[in-house]
């Protein structure tokens, strides 16, 4: 259970007005027992009247500022400014007024904090651990947006935090890494003793993006390079870095796999989606969104790696069939991590073979993709195999399920559960829909790159 601490502890505001108004809670409470006493001494009738309309007056204004005080948490006024996935389970929402963590299946509020500084761009959570890294909002007047809280909940206390000359984009953690991005520069600190480890240049990367493996044998990062279309990976256990041309435009969205052999990719055109061996930097698959360019907010991969789903501007989530999977992953799973590099070599070169899953169908193609190499590289595309409309002025992210299901969590406040048919693709069925949070307007800020 996450406990209470220091982010609960409110500043008073200012009041303009009267005397009463200028008045703390402290003082106001012992105006009405300097109130309730002189009731008690006094012996003539107006006087008692006096005093009993005082304490009336002051009682009110009481009962008002206790309805302020409540209602300046009202949810419908609230708005999301970011989300990250925890993990498969669950999500984490830094909202205009603090943060909520939510669990997907059974969807419900697991904790939250209401705060009158402001609220968090950045909220990410190590699983489902005690400890949290928040990122103030610009209008937050106690975390500034160019700093990093590291908050253990079950202390209620900051254990460490970083501060940086310029605005913070994205935070990413694993259990032994931090790792605190910047438009330009990347910084990766040990979590043990928050020394710094790495700096790697980026491109600029005003949206964050940036992402980690979370397998025990690897350790993984993905970062754009240095030049457009170029993303970088870091195998620290392997002390190799690997360029990868993913793109002739610029970066719009990544993510990998949880033990980083996978990389998927998206341009800023939006039509492709595109899966990298990050060993080697081999195209292993390329599926297509569609024709007409589009802002790609989110990929996820399943756990299973069978399946990749894919959420954009332009309001339909795409699920597409992979045919490549990670033959070794579930072995390597068990393994000691102290024998992680050795056996992440040995295994490396053979689990990425391209195989057909067999209880799986296959992502729709033009009827015309046998003259593949004849006709251009369009009518031999790889089209999504199930799909899920959304409306189009939200933002969205996902991330699957159990049971073939897929998680849909909007900016606006709205949460979506769907199934799909793995055989037979088509439309997916909404199985769920949950509006958490009401909202007056769109956030203006980006999720950025979830993380798992």
């Not at 012996?43 to 009110?60: A, C, D, N, P, V």
């Amino acid at each position: 259970m996450l406990g209470s601490g220091p982010l609960d502890n409110y500043r008073n505001r200012s009041r303009k007005g009267d005397e009463n108004q200028n008045r703390t809670p402290e003082r106001r409470l012992a105006v009405v027992v300097s109130c309730s006493v002189a009731f008690l001494r006094s012996q003539h009738q107006k006087e008692r009247l006096s005093i009993i309309h005082e304490y009336w007056l002051m009682l009110s204004y009481t009962c008002a500022c206790l309805r302020n005080e409540f209602n300046s948490f009202d949810t419908t006024r609230d708005t999301v400014t970011h989300k990250a996935w925890l993990d498969y389970g669950c999500f984490a929402a830094g909202t205009s007024n603090g943060f909520r963590i939510y669990n997907c299946e059974p969807f419900k509020e697991t904790f939250r904090r209401d705060l009158k500084s402001g609220g968090f761009r950045i909220v990410e959570m190590l699983f489902r651990c005690n400890i949290l890294v928040l990122v103030g909002g610009v209008d937050n007047s106690q975390y500034p947006p160019n700093k990093v809280m590291i908050w253990d909940d079950h202390q209620s206390r900051c254990i460490g935090e970083f501060s940086f000359r310029s605005e913070i984009r994205a935070v990413k953690l694993r259990r032994d890494r931090i790792v605190v991005v910047l438009e330009h520069k990347i910084y990766i600190y040990s979590f043990r003793d928050l020394k710094l480890l790495h700096q790697i240049e980026t491109l600029s990367n005003p949206r964050g993006l940036c992402c980690l493996s979370h397998h025990q044998n690897t350790s993984v990062l993905a970062c754009p390079g240095l030049q457009r279309g170029q993303v970088r990976i870091e195998h620290f256990g392997l002390i190799m870095t690997k360029i990868i041309n993913a793109h002739d435009s610029h970066i719009a969205c990544f993510t990998l796999t949880m033990d980083g052999l996978l990389l998927a990719t998206a341009s800023t055109k939006g039509t492709l989606i595109r899966i990298f061996n990050t060993m080697d930097g081999t195209r292993l698959q390329e599926v297509r969104r569609g024709v007409d360019r589009a802002d790609i907010y989110s990929i996820a991969l399943s756990p299973n790696v069978q399946w990749l789903a894919v959420s954009s501007d332009k309001g339909t989530v795409h699920i597409f069939s992979l045919r490549v999977r990670g033959v070794g992953m579930n072995l390597s799973t068990h393994s000691n991590a102290s024998q992680g590099p050795a056996l992440f070599q040995q295994n490396s070169s053979n689990s990425l073979e391209p195989l057909i899953s067999p209880n799986t169908g296959a992502n729709s193609s033009s009827s015309l993709s046998f003259m593949k190499g004849v006709l251009p590289k369009y009518f031999s595309s790889e089209w999504s195999f199930a799909q899920f409309r959304l409306p189009e002025d939200t933002q969205f992210i996902t991330a699957f399920g159990s049971q073939n299901t897929l998680i849909i969590v909007g900016l606006d406040g709205s949460f979506y559960r769907c199934s799909f048919d793995p055989v037979n693709g088509g439309e997916m069925l909404q199985q769920e829909y949950v509006r958490f949070l009401k909202t007056d307007s769109r956030p203006g800020l980006s999720c950025g790159n979830t993380s798992f």
